[in-house]
Nanobody
Framework: QVQLVESGGGLVQAGGSLRLSCAVSERTFSFYAMAWFRQAPGKEREFVAAIIWSGGSTTYAGSVKGRFTISRDNAKNTVYLQMNSLKPEDTAVFYC?????????????????WGQGTQVTVSS
């Protein structure tokens, strides 16, 4: 069973930065497409960013493009989300997701492994 464990969430002021990490317990991690989603209170879970198995291609939601950066270290079985210029509307639980595939995917239904989430709160 593939397990994903997020870390790095917390409370930050608007304009600040946070770096989320997602450690994956899968020896074939390098064959997995990875993504970050988020869910704010009362809202549906939404796509944030995704990265292909090799790290060579990424895609972002329009609301975070230019502020967030997704990356991965296949030697450490870890994917990251660097979040800069944070806004109060970024407040949400952030989830890491995975699927063994060579493509770049971003629909929630495409991912079959999920972490438990990490809370990010941005104060104004």
């Amino acid at each position: 069973q593939v397990q994903l464990v997020e870390s790095g969430g917390g409370l930050v002021q608007a304009g600040g930065s946070l770096r989320l990490s997602c450690a994956v317990s899968e020896r074939t991690f390098s064959f997995y497409a990875m993504a970050w989603f988020r869910q704010a209170p009362g809202k549906e879970r939404e796509f944030v960013a995704a990265i292909i198995w090799s790290g060579g291609s990424t895609t972002y939601a329009g609301s975070v493009k230019g502020r967030f950066t997704i990356s991965r270290d296949n030697a450490k079985n870890t994917v990251y989300l660097q979040m800069n210029s944070l806004k109060p509307e970024d407040t949400a639980v952030f989830y890491c997701a995975a699927r063994r595939t060579i493509g770049l995917i971003q629909r929630r239904v495409d991912f079959n492994y999920w972490g438990q989430g990490t809370q990010v709160t941005v104060s104004s």
